[in-house]
């Protein structure tokens, strides 16, 4: 699946719910199922600039692709480094570059996160994102 089908699918997902306690336990969910970083990565150098809780970050390349794995200590910053881990995880990183994040907007993550939350949303995004430039670089 193409990184837009995969945000398309999470916007569907979140649309089935009523009311934000409800996406929010989706989210503590889609953390437990979360691709957890093993612990030799949970370094200083994996951690996630920006966020209030912990976020530990690992992306490896494999045929070609970014694997990310990754852990929190708060369930839902874990929650939401795993919807991002989905959308971007299997994927090129020059694709992962180009992406848009407009289905963060789209499900209304952005709105209902705290000040300090969204931030973190940000720089996890950004982290994701630096993770593919370092890599499309090696790859070029």
Same mark, same amino acid.
């Given at each position: 699946?193409?990184?837009?089908?995969?945000?398309?699918?999470?916007?569907?997902?979140?649309?089935?719910?009523?009311?934000?306690?409800?996406?929010?336990?989706?989210?503590?969910?889609?953390?437990?199922?979360?691709? &957890?970083?093993?612990?030799?990565?949970?370094?200083?150098?994996?951690?996630?600039?920006?966020?209030?809780?912990?976020?530990?970050?690992?992306?490896?390349?494999?045929?070609?692709? &970014?694997?990310?794995?990754?852990?929190?200590?708060?369930?839902?910053?874990?929650?939401?480094?795993?919807?991002?881990?989905?959308?971007?995880?299997?994927?090129?990183?020059?694709?992962?570059?180009?992406?848009?994040?407009?289905?963060?907007?789209?499900?209304?993550?952005?709105?209902? &996160?705290?000040?300090?939350?969204?931030?973190? &949303?940000?720089?996890?995004?950004?982290?994701?994102?630096?993770?593919?430039?370092?890599?499309?670089?090696?790859?070029?």
């Amino acid at each position: 699946m193409t990184i837009e089908e995969i945000q398309e699918e999470i916007v569907d997902e979140f649309s089935l719910f009523d009311d934000w306690m409800q996406r929010y336990e989706y989210m503590i969910e889609l953390g437990k199922s979360l691709p &957890l970083i093993e612990e030799k990565y949970k370094t200083e150098d994996n951690i996630i600039k920006g966020c209030q809780s912990k976020v530990w970050v690992h992306a490896e390349l494999e045929n070609d692709k &970014l694997v990310f794995t990754a852990d929190s200590d708060a369930i839902i910053t874990k929650g939401i480094i795993a919807i991002l881990i989905r959308s971007f995880s299997n994927q090129r990183p020059q694709d992962i570059i180009n992406a848009d994040t407009h289905f963060i907007d789209e499900i209304g993550l952005k709105e209902h &996160l705290s000040p300090t939350r969204a931030n973190g &949303l940000v720089s996890m995004i950004k982290q994701l994102k630096l993770y593919a430039v370092a890599y499309q670089t090696q790859l070029n």
